[in-house]
């Protein structure tokens, strides 16, 4: 019995949730996609909404990685060891992107759950592979906490750009609509 046996559940609770997001997540956006916005929207769409599916997404494939039946930590740590760094390359991606569009100006909520809070759990993860062989049970909690951020981050960033579509655009529109 590994060290991960004891995380089961929580990766089985954890993984379901953001699978079940990432189509939350598809319905809101072909929903969103009916109404009319501007061109230079599919560079914000870059920007705001992938990286919240590329966050359910890292969940999801963590929690598969940590819940399959490995005859060690090594393998299972190299591999979300690789998630992590490339979730730290993404984040930097991201943050050209948020400063390439022009659909919206983000602001301080923005940076902090689009690149920091993200590139925190990114790192976490890398970190605590290269931590495993010393502080396994330290590592195995740090990988369980970015999973949660990135988890979090996906609900809120979702919820964001809900919020901001229906309340911000919606109402746009119609203040269109009567002036016309």
Known sequence: MTALAAWQNFYVIVGSSAGALIGLQFVVLSLIADSSFAGN??????????????????????????????????????????????????????????????????????????????????????????ATRSYLREALFGVAAAALLLLFIGIHNAWDAVTYHVFVRKQGQREGKQRS
């Open 41 to 130: 929207d599919a560079d914000a769409g870059h920007a705001f909404a992938t990286p919240t599916i590329v966050h359910f997404g890292a969940v999801l494939g963590l929690s598969g990685i940590l819940s399959t039946p490995w005859d060690g930590i090594v393998a299972a740590a190299v591999l979300w060891g690789f998630v992590g760094f490339s979730g730290a390359v993404y984040a930097v991606i991201v943050i050209r992107r948020m400063r390439v569009q022009a659909a919206y100006q983000p602001e301080f909520e923005d940076w902090l759950f689009h690149v920091l809070l993200p590139m925190a759990a990114y790192v976490t993860l890398a970190v605590s592979a290269i």
